[in-house]
């Protein structure tokens, strides 16, 4: 595949074809490290999100004490990267899995989380063999009934065999709701983060009682950590969102009741406009294999009265929806699209065209795509 050059012009590029703004980008990490230091939490941002060693490192460089990976494979692809501190927040299990986990961890300073005696066995067997420590937060189900110990004393008794199982070291808890981030409305999503920090608080409670040191509380999102703070028992955020932002996310509400615009958007879907064939609309070259469905429609950017729909694998539909609209797109021009779910929008791709003043900076590979084991 031909690749511009740098200096190339957004225009000139050839599409469909994932477009990063590392101004804005630069802009969001630097705003999110701020936000955790006065708010006197370490941030380990999410690297699920972009899936590349490049933006993590310079999440670090801000001031993130590492970052988060949810599958060993992303870990494998940071490590290779030159990223030093990993949380895999997610159960680890199997053989293999946990011999790549620990051997990572002799490389590396690895964590990882656990709702399950029989896993913390099995972990602890894979890190002894290796010869390594490996860093464990016990899983705490806050209300998402995803994975994690809804059972506070339950979570307690783990930490205790955690702490007592040779290889491992019991670190804290991870505190993470997955299901509240995207909440629509301020006062609504306060509501949600203030019920699962109640829940928090009776395993912190049931930790102190076992005489269980929490280290690290890990938790908090995007979208709730203006509510899940240090105040309430945390002690690093997991956001990971905020360094690309996308419609979902910015649809939840602010707190001045509008659009949260605490970040940019510095991730879009660069389309060409292939057909003008029809009446009443345009067709791009951007359709369900360009971006993902989960997170809802897409949204153009920059062409206010016009709205996207899928009109297939490969194609898009743009409609006329407003008196006032910008003018009908031409055969060959370029639109950029705001995905409705980033993370799943950039799994389907392999590059990152990454540009500064509308011109292209470099081509960054996204380096852990696929990475699902």
Same mark, same amino acid.
């Given at each position: 595949?031909?690749?511009?050059?740098?200096?190339?012009?957004?225009?000139?590029? /050839?599409?469909?074809?994932?477009?990063?703004?590392?101004?804005?980008?630069?802009?969001?990490?630097?705003?999110?490290?701020?936000?955790?230091?006065?708010?006197?939490?370490?941030?380990?941002?999410?690297?699920?999100?972009?899936?590349?060693?490049?933006?993590?490192?310079?999440?670090?460089?801000?001031?993130?004490?590492?970052?988060?990976?949810?599958?060993?494979?992303?870990?494998?692809?940071?490590?290779?990267?030159?990223?030093?501190?990993?949380?895999?927040?997610?159960?680890?299990?199997?053989?293999?899995?946990?011999?790549?986990?620990?051997?990572?961890?002799?490389?590396?300073?690895?964590?990882?989380?656990? /709702?399950?005696?029989?896993?913390?066995?099995?972990?602890?067997?894979?890190?002894?063999?290796?010869?390594?420590?490996?860093?464990?937060?016990?899983?705490?189900?806050?209300?998402?009934?995803?994975?994690?110990?809804? /059972?506070?004393?339950?979570?307690?008794?783990?930490?205790?065999?955690?702490?007592?199982?040779?290889?491992?070291?019991? /670190?804290?808890?991870?505190?993470?709701?997955?299901?509240?981030?995207?909440?629509?409305?301020?006062?609504?999503?306060?509501?949600?983060?203030?019920?699962?920090?109640?829940?928090?608080?009776?395993?912190?409670?049931?930790?102190?009682?076992?005489?269980?040191?929490?280290?690290?509380?890990?938790?908090?999102?995007?979208?709730?950590?203006?509510?899940?703070?240090?105040?309430?028992?945390?002690?690093?955020?997991?956001?990971?969102?905020?360094?690309?932002?996308?419609?979902?996310?910015?649809?939840?509400?602010?707190?001045?009741?509008?659009?949260?615009?605490?970040?940019?958007?510095?991730?879009?879907?660069?389309?060409?406009?292939?057909?003008?064939?029809?009446?009443?609309?345009?067709?791009?070259?951007?359709?369900?294999?360009?971006?993902?469905?989960?997170?809802?429609?897409?949204?153009?950017?920059?062409?206010?009265?016009?709205?996207?729909?899928?009109?297939?694998?490969?194609?898009?539909?743009?409609?006329?929806?407003?008196?006032?609209?910008?003018?009908?797109?031409?055969?060959?021009?370029?639109?950029?699209?705001?995905?409705?779910?980033?993370?799943?929008?950039?799994?389907?791709?392999?590059?990152?065209?990454?540009?500064?003043?509308?011109?292209?900076?470099?081509?960054?590979?996204?380096?852990?795509?696929?990475?699902?084991?």
């Amino acid at each position: 595949m031909v690749q511009p050059l740098p200096g190339t012009e957004l225009a000139e590029f /050839d599409t469909p074809v994932l477009v990063v703004d590392i101004d804005a980008v630069q802009r969001n990490i630097e705003r999110m490290a701020g936000i955790a230091r006065a708010a006197g939490v370490a941030l380990r941002p999410h690297a699920k999100t972009h899936k590349s060693p490049n933006f993590a490192r310079r999440q670090i460089a801000a001031g993130a004490v590492g970052i988060c990976c949810q599958k060993v494979g992303e870990a494998e692809v940071m490590v290779a990267g030159g990223v030093t501190d990993i949380l895999v927040t997610n159960e680890i299990v199997g053989r293999i899995k946990l011999a790549r986990l620990a051997g990572l961890a002799r490389l590396v300073q690895i964590r990882t989380v656990a /709702d399950n005696a029989e896993a913390v066995a099995w972990l602890g067997k894979a890190a002894r063999s290796a010869g390594v420590t490996i860093g464990v937060l016990v899983d705490c189900d806050l209300g998402h009934a995803r994975t994690g110990l809804a /059972d506070p004393r339950a979570a307690a008794e783990l930490g205790k065999i955690v702490a007592h199982t040779d290889g491992l070291h019991f /670190d804290g808890l991870q505190a993470y709701h997955g299901s509240i981030q995207h909440t629509e409305g301020w006062e609504a999503r306060r509501a949600a983060s203030d019920a699962a920090n109640a829940r928090l608080q009776g395993f912190r409670t049931a930790f102190a009682e076992a005489k269980l040191a929490c280290r690290i509380v890990s938790g908090a999102g995007t979208g709730t950590y203006p509510f899940q703070t240090a105040a309430a028992g945390y002690t690093e955020w997991q956001c990971g969102s905020y360094i690309f932002m996308d419609r979902e996310y910015r649809d939840a509400k602010g707190e001045d009741g509008g659009p949260l615009r605490t970040f940019e958007h510095a991730l879009t879907m660069l389309a060409s406009v292939v057909s003008v064939a029809g009446e009443n609309h345009c067709v791009v070259d951007a359709g369900y294999k360009a971006l993902s469905v989960d997170g809802g429609e897409p949204e153009l950017q920059g062409l206010p009265g016009w709205t996207f729909g899928f009109a297939g694998d490969e194609h898009g539909r743009l409609r006329c929806t407003g008196a006032e609209a910008a003018p009908r797109p031409r055969l060959g021009d370029k639109v950029q699209i705001i995905p409705g779910h980033g993370d799943t929008t950039i799994n389907l791709h392999d590059d990152y065209y990454v540009v500064s003043g509308g011109r292209l900076v470099g081509v960054w590979p996204v380096a852990a795509r696929g990475r699902v084991r």
